[in-house]
T-cell receptor, first 115, second 109 residues
Framework: ETGVTQTPRHLVMGMTNKKSLKCEQH?????MYWYKQSAKKPLELMFV???????ENNSVPSRFSPECPNSSHLFLHLHTLQPEDSALYLC??????????????FGPGTRLTVT | GQNIDQPTEMTATEGAIVQINCTYQ??????LFWYQQHAGEAPTFLSY??LDGLEEKGRFSSFLSRSKGYSYLLLKELQMKDSASYLC??????????WGAGTKLIIKP
């Protein structure tokens, strides 16, 4: 595998379910990100991890819980979601979140539908 | 507040040239990025500007004017595969990326 991978690619879950999204990067990067992408809206940054430490939480509801066990893996644990949480969830990585020249590399995303 | 503005949708003809504009108002500036996103796929990096002027990369060029809070992406010799959304993003004083909603570019034969 190369680049940034995400699983699953598609997920349908009920509001009472618990599920997890997984992201893995094979680029040797030190920063990882979770974004939410809704139709015709800007990408919304949810969480940032820099060297495994969470450095950003943009007022995300507690029903989204991130986990970063090492610099290569990032999880997003989901529970008691709402229908408005249906969106494309993108994972990205970069060299380091404080370096302005590093572009972010994105995974293909998980298309989440909450019923 | 912080804001990135770009047109919602543009249409152009195969073989032609198109310019996608982006204006921004952010707290600080540490570079501007352009990404391309095909439907159902991940955004991919196109260009990075931190100094004023034009950066050329093959058929794609990106321009920045920091004093005007303005950038554009210029696509030449358009091909059908260029049909995609183009996202403008600015890195602010906290080194976080502020994203525009994207411009959907439709290429017609």
């Amino acid at each position: 595998e190369t680049g940034v991978t995400q699983t699953p690619r598609h997920l349908v879950m009920g509001m009472t379910n618990k599920k997890s999204l997984k992201c893995e990067q094979h680029l040797g990067h030190n920063a990882m990100y979770w974004y939410k992408q809704s139709a015709k809206k800007p990408l919304e940054l949810m969480f940032v991890y820099n060297f495994k430490e969470q450095t950003e939480n943009n007022s995300v509801p507690s029903r989204f819980s991130p986990e970063c066990p090492n610099s290569s893996h990032l999880f997003l644990h989901l529970h008691t979601l709402q229908p408005e949480d249906s969106a494309l969830y993108l994972c990205a990585s970069s060299g380091a979140s404080g370096d302005s020249s590093y572009e972010q590399y994105f995974g293909p995303g998980t298309r989440l539908t909450v019923t | 507040g912080q804001n990135i503005d770009q047109p919602t949708e543009m249409t152009a003809t195969e073989g032609a040239i198109v310019q996608i504009n982006c204006t921004y108002q952010t707290s600080g500036f540490n570079g501007l990025f352009w990404y391309q996103q095909h439907a159902g796929e991940a955004p991919t990096f196109l260009s990075y500007n931190v100094l004023d002027g034009l950066e050329e990369k093959g058929r794609f060029s990106s321009f920045l004017s920091r004093s005007k809070g303005y950038s554009y992406l210029l696509l030449k010799e358009l091909q059908m595969k260029d049909s995609a959304s183009y996202l403008c993003a600015v890195r602010d004083s906290n080194y976080q990326l502020i994203w525009g909603a994207g411009t959907k570019l439709i290429i017609k034969p």
